[in-house]
């Protein structure tokens, strides 16, 4: 399996690590279905499924409409994605935070508010999307609808000559972004069969113990192979094998029992004639 030049560097049968792999398949088979097994229990019973709501919002910078094109000018856009940024790191401010858990009656700090809130832009747009992430999926709807009650009014307060509005509220949910158990499940199911894998490879490669005498013809092609020795530990139809051995030794003893007592038949009845 690991075999060493006489230039000290090794060369590896990389033929005979697949055989070894595949006659040992079934065990990493057994250990991908175990630590998937694992891995799908695990995220079912220790990890709290999470869920999410979204509305969004409308930026107005003030801007006005070309009457020809009907279409808002490419300075007055740009200016509304430019306010996009602007109007996040108010929603992220400890003052709006603050205001939306007194109006939605949270049990939350503003860092821990903050840490459930994701923003962003949609498609570089004027438009853009508020995330509430939560363990509860009617909390979470009612954290976004909260902030787009809250926001706009904040955004006014500081912002001269802009405005925000609401485009859609926060629907409640069911359905659950994380975990995802089937992710889960095949991750360990990967990881369970690399390991086993690996670990069949370490110890094929550390194995030094001639297996066959095919292995001694084929390393060794120009020593002869004078003589091999039986296995007689394998319980086969060879009459090497200690169980036909017996047989055989049971056959000659009943064998010589039985001309023993024909002799001493024969015997009996010249004596008696």
């Given at each position: 399996m690991l075999k060493k030049n006489a230039d000290n560097s090794y060369e590896i049968d990389l033929i005979a690590l697949?055989?070894?792999?595949?006659?040992?398949?079934?065990?990493?088979i057994v250990c991908a279905f175990i630590v998937g097994a694992a891995f799908f229990a695990y995220a079912k019973l220790r990890i709290v499924p999470r869920y999410s709501s979204s509305t969004m919002l409308y930026v107005n910078n003030g801007g006005t409409i070309d009457i020809k094109s009907y279409k808002i000018s490419?300075?007055?856009?740009?200016?509304?994605?430019?306010?996009?940024?602007?109007?996040?790191?108010?929603?992220?401010?400890?003052?709006?935070?603050?205001?939306?858990?007194?109006e939605a009656g949270l049990d939350y700090s503003y860092g821990q508010l903050g840490s459930m809130i994701s923003a962003s832009a949609v498609d570089e747009t004027e438009i853009f999307q508020i995330t509430v992430t939560s363990t509860n999926p009617d909390e979470a709807a009612l954290i976004a609808n909260t902030i787009a009650e809250v926001l706009p009014e904040k955004i006014s307060d500081i912002?001269?000559?802009?405005?925000?509005?609401?485009?859609?509220?926060?629907?409640?949910?069911?359905?659950?972004?994380?975990?995802?158990?089937?992710?889960?499940?095949?991750?360990?199911?990967?990881?369970?069969?690399?390991?086993?894998?690996i670990i069949i490879i370490i110890f094929q490669l550390l194995d030094d113990i001639i297996h066959s005498d095919e292995y001694i013809?084929?390393?060794?092609?120009?020593?002869?192979l004078l003589a091999t020795i039986p296995d007689l530990t394998r319980h086969?139809?060879?009459?090497?094998?200690y169980g036909n051995k017996n047989k055989i030794a049971r056959g000659y003893e009943d064998a010589y029992r039985s001309a023993v007592a024909d002799d001493k038949f024969s015997k009996n009845n010249g004596g008696a004639k």
């Open positions: 697949f055989k070894a792999l595949w006659k040992r398949v079934w065990i990493i490419a300075a007055d856009l740009s200016t509304a994605q430019s306010l996009v940024s602007t109007y996040i790191v108010i929603l992220y401010s400890r003052s709006c935070l603050n205001q939306v858990i007194a912002v001269d000559g802009s405005s925000v509005r609401v485009v859609d509220y926060a629907v409640v949910s069911r359905g659950r972004i994380s975990p995802n158990y089937s992710r889960y499940a095949i991750l360990g199911a990967v990881i369970g069969a690399v390991v086993s894998a013809t084929e390393t060794y092609p120009d020593i002869p086969n139809r060879s009459a090497y094998s």
